[in-house]
C-alpha cells in the first residue's frame, strides 16, 4: 500500500514519494506568540502532528520543523498595551503554547525556532535576494519584486493580472510596485529592532519561514503543511522567495486544512464566539477536543459548539467503554480451547482497513470510524458464550496501536481529588527540605498538567484549580 495525499500545488491526489528514501522533511508554520491559541489555531498541529505520527507508523523518519513567531506587529502592539517588552510576553505565550499543545497529545517538533534567535540567517537570505535582483531597499525597509519571480501564483492558482486588480501605490509609498511585498521593516521610535545593512529594523512575516526551513531542512522539502488561511499570501511569498534564492523547488507537496466555525460562523472577536483552547481544556478532556478535530477530514470545514463536543465525547466513551471492558475480561478469563482463527483475522482486518484509508490523504474521519466499527465487534465477542486470552490481547494491542497513531489517549484524564492534591503538596514540601528540587518541579509541573495551580505564600502553599 501507498500513501496518496492532496497536494494544494497541483490540486491533485498524488503518490508521495519523499526526497530521501525512508525519510521525511517536514516544515509547519507555527503561531505568532502574543497571546493564548484559539481553536482555529489548534486545528493545524493535530492534524500534523497526525500525520506525522501517521508517516512514523509507516516507517519513515520524520525530521517535523514548527517556528514560532516571536517578534511582529502584533507583539509589538500587544508589549504596548500590557508595559511589557517583546521577548517577555513572548516567552509567556511560547510557553502556554507549548502546555495546550502537550495537552491536545501533540509531540514536540524536532526543531522550534524561534524568529529572534534567526535573525543572521534571514539577514543573509534579504542580502542574497537584493544580489540577485530579486528585492531592492528603500528608505530603510527591504521589498521582493513580485513580478520578477514568474511563476508567482502558481500555489493558489491566481494569475499575476488578477493579483494586480484593486491595489494601488498610496502617495509616499516606498514600494517600487503595488504588488512587491516586505522583507525588512525599518523600526519605528521606540519598537526592538536589530541592526542591518538597511538600517535598524525587523523582519517581514514572509521571509521568516523561508530562511528558517531552509537552515532545519534544505533548500527543497517534502511537505510543507499549514492551515488554508495560509495558502495566500504567505506560502504564494514563501516560494517565490525561496525558489528566486535557490533555483530549486521549495516544497514538493503543500498540505492545508480547512477552517473552523463556531456554530456555523466564522470566529471573531467583534462576534464574541472566540474560543481559546486554554478554556476549553478547563472544561473538558482535552483528548476530546483532538478526536474531535480528527472527525472530520482535515481539508474540510468543521463546525464547533458544546452540543457537538458533547456527541463527540459520547462516541470516544462508547470506545473506551469497550476497551476497558477488554482488559477487565482478560484480567478474568478462563482461557478455554477454542479456534480463534476467524476473530484474529478480523482484528488483523481492521488494521489492514485503518492503513488503507489513512493511506488516502490522511483521512482520521474514516480511520475514526474503522475504530468504531472495531469496538462494536469487540463488544460482540464479549457477550459471545467463551472469550480466549489471545483474541482478548489481541483487540487490546490493535485498539492501542492505532490510536496512538491518532494521538489520543484510551483513558480519561482523571481529576485528582482534593487529599491527592494536599498528598502532592506535601511531597513537594518534603523534596524542597531535601534540596531534591528536580522532584518539587516535578511535582509542580504534574499538578500544572492537572490545572492545579501552586502558590508559595508565607503561611505555606495554597492551591486552587486553574
Known sequence: MTIHLYNTLTRQKEKFVPLEEGKVKMYVCGP??????????ARPPIVFDTVRRYLEYRGFEVNYVSNFTDVDDKLIKAAKELGEDVPTIAERFIAAYHEDV?????????????????MDIIIEFIEAL???????????????????????GKLSHQPIEDLQLGTRIEVGDKKQDALDFVLWKAAKEGEIHWESPWGKGRPGWHIECSA????????????????????????????????????????????HNGYINIDNEKMSKSLGNFVLVHDIIKKHDPQLLRFFMLSVHYRHPINYNEEL???????????????????????????LATDDTEWLQKVEEFKNEFIKVMDDDFNTANAISVLFDMAKQANLYLNGKNTSEKVLKAFIAQFEELFSVIGVSLTAEEELLDEEIES??????DA?????FARADEIRDELKAKNIILEDTAQGTRWKRG
Request: include cysteine; charge should be positive.
Open 424 to 429: 502532592l503538596i506535601q511531597q513537594r514540601i
Open 432 to 436: 524542597r527540605k531535601n534540596r531534591d
Open 102 to 118: 502537550s495537552a491536545l497529545g501533540c509531540k514536540q517538533a524536532t526543531v522550534h525556532p524561534r524568529v529572534t534567535e534567526s
Open 212 to 255: 528558517m526551513a531552509r537552515k532545519y531542512l534544505g533548500d527543497t522539502i517534502d511537505i510543507h503543511a499549514g492551515g488554508q488561511d495560509l495558502s495566500f499570501p504567505h506560502h504564494e511569498n514563501e516560494i517565490a522567495q525561496s525558489e528566486a534564492l535557490t533555483g530549486k523547488t521549495f516544497a514538493k507537496y503543500w498540505l
Open 32 to 41: 505568532t506568540v502574543y497571546n493564548y491559541i484559539h481553536i482555529g489555531n
Open 130 to 152: 537584493i544580489e540577485k535582483g530579486y528585492a531592492y531597499e528603500s528608505g530603510g525597509d527591504v521589498y521582493y519584486k513580485t513580478r520578477e519571480f514568474k511563476e508567482y
Open 309 to 335: 463536543l458533547q456527541s463527540t465525547n459520547n462516541g470516544l466513551e462508547r470506545i473506551r467503554t469497550a476497551y476497558a471492558n477488554l482488559k477487565h475480561r482478560l484480567d478474568n478469563t478462563v482461557d
